[in-house]
């Protein structure tokens, strides 16, 4: 993060922006097996159905978000739906002398970058505790989708 200057009764003072993680935690979790046992039985070529979003909201701290993190996984194989496993991932984090810019960007961010490993970590323990082969997720530039949402809302205020 960056420094701010802010004027104090005509005194220049310098501060430091702070960025601070409380808590990282699952906040819902989901996993089902829709085709029940017949999915174990036959060649296994799994095609994956990756759904990501994230979200925000301020926490009565002035200073503290929560944010969410939600990944849907729906795996098939030869046609057939084998799991789906539906997570949220969220975190408090506390922002404190940063601007609104900064701000944003940490929440859209900054902070999902801190929770995907957490998420991916969670994803493949349940499916293998499911009974399928582990599955890592690829790993996700959360930047390039702040930076395309930032884009997408700019051409929206435009047209």
């Known amino acids: 993060m960056t420094k701010k200057t802010v004027q104090d009764q005509g005194q220049q003072q310098t ?13 819902d979790l989901s996993f089902e097996i829709p ?23 301020a926490l009565s701290d002035e200073n503290s978000h929560e944010v969410v993190l939600k990944i849907k996984c729906e795996v098939t194989s030869n046609d057939k739906e084998c799991f789906v496993i539906e997570l949220e991932q969220a975190g408090i984090f506390s922002l404190k002398n940063v601007t609104d810019e900064q701000l944003r960007h940490a929440l859209g ?18 499916v293998s505790k499911g009974g399928f082969p582990q599955l890592a997720l690829a790993p996700i530039d959360f930047e390039i989708m702040y930076q395309q949402e930032m884009e997408k809302r700019a051409t929206a205020k435009t047209d």
Not at 15 to 27: E, L, P
């Open 15 to 27: 501060t430091d922006a702070n960025f601070q993680i409380h808590k990282i935690y699952v906040k």
């Open 35 to 57: 085709s029940g046992s017949e999915v174990f039985h036959g060649d296994w070529k799994p095609n994956l159905n990756l759904h990501v979003h994230t979200s925000s909201n």
């Open 109 to 126: 961010a900054f902070s999902p970058n801190i929770l995907y490993p957490y998420a991916r970590e969670v994803i493949s323990e349940i």
